[in-house]
């Protein structure tokens, strides 16, 4: 995986919806669930939502943790 786009997970605001404001990484499971079913969005957005509901689904949300917790 790319480090840049784990990166972005952590440092990236979901601009819209019942969740703008909050990091990509800590967007609920059952949220990017269901923006699974509807289809993601098209561009970055849609690859990151994508991307962190693959890690999300697999128990991968460990990889982040370092991340987050750097200065």
């Keep these: 995986?790319?480090?840049e786009i784990l990166k972005?997970?952590?440092a990236t605001r979901m601009p819209?919806?019942?969740y703008k404001g909050t990091l990509?990484?800590?967007?609920?499971?059952y949220?990017?669930?269901w923006y699974q079913m509807q289809g993601f969005p098209k561009g970055e957005?849609?690859?990151l939502l994508s991307t962190m509901?693959?890690?999300k689904i697999n128990g991968l949300d460990y990889l982040l943790t370092p991340?987050?917790?750097k200065p």
Aim: hydrophobic share 45%; glycine share 8%.
């Design 24 to 29: 990509i990484c800590d967007i609920p499971a």
């Design 1 to 3: 995986m790319n480090p």
């Design 67 to 69: 991340l987050k917790h």
């Design 45 to 47: 957005m849609g690859m």
């Design 31 to 33: 949220y990017l669930e």
């Design 8 to 10: 972005k997970l952590i």
């Design 16 to 18: 819209y919806g019942k």
């Design 53 to 55: 509901f693959e890690i």
